[in-house]
T-cell receptor, first 113, second 111 residues
């Protein structure tokens, strides 16, 4: 596709369940980023991939959060044993060679009941 | 101190006026600066990037950078109601790595 694609667009889950969020970046973009945005708040950095390596995982809030990327393609963000404070929009962005100009997907809205 | 600070607003301007949005950053090693626009319920979209001191103009938008003062601004001329959105300032230290975002300034342009 032409833009960054994220799925699911909406996910409602029960506390304690695991969820997996998917991001398909723009073709040719080597860098991929995950951010979290809670309601009414700014963007919180989670993790950054260059290719399939993650030079910066400093934003992952706890060991319940993990992410992986296959080559320069799809990335998945996994949240284990979800908590209510995990409720947020999870935004994925990609950029050409990590240049900094980010192109965002539409986000995955996660609600933990 | 936050790495990237913006006035939260809200900022309200009448249609046709100039809107001025400001951003300061703490990392003197920052090299790349960006402005994103985020409409309510939507994801951010890039509107301007600036890398060197001075002004950069694109249509009704002008980005201004002063590295000595660690200050970035965005001017929107002839503001339109469709410019009503939250504007996010982002700063990136090197050619690789993450961008750090401010919390955004909400702009309302009144007809």
């Amino acid at each position: 596709g032409a833009g960054v694609s994220q799925s699911p667009s909406n996910k409602v889950t029960e506390k304690g369940k695991d969820v997996e969020l998917r991001c398909d970046p723009i073709s040719g973009h080597t860098a991929l980023y995950w951010y979290r945005q809670r309601l009414g708040q700014g963007l919180e950095f989670l993790i950054y991939f260059q290719g399939n390596s993650a030079p910066d995982k400093s934003g992952l809030p706890s060991d319940r959060f993990s992410a992986e990327r296959t080559g320069e393609s799809v990335s998945t963000l996994t949240i284990q044993r979800t908590q209510q404070e995990d409720s947020a929009v999870y935004l994925c962005a990609s950029s050409f060679n990590g240049a900094g100009e980010l192109f965002f997907g539409e986000g995955s809205r996660l609600t933990v009941l | 101190q936050k790495e990237v600070e913006q006035n939260s607003g809200p900022l309200s301007v009448p249609e046709g006026a100039i809107a001025s949005l400001n951003c300061t950053y703490s990392d003197r090693g920052s090299q790349s600066f960006f402005w994103y626009r985020q409409y309510s319920g939507k994801s951010p979209e890039l509107i301007m990037s600036i890398y060197s001191n001075g002004d950069k103009e694109d249509g009704r938008f002008t980005a201004q950078l002063n590295k000595a003062s660690q200050y970035v601004s965005l001017l929107i001329r002839d503001s339109q109601p469709s410019d009503s959105a939250t504007y996010l300032c982002a700063v990136k230290p090197t050619n690789a790595g993450k961008s750090t975002f401010g919390d955004g300034t909400t702009l309302t342009v009144k007809p």
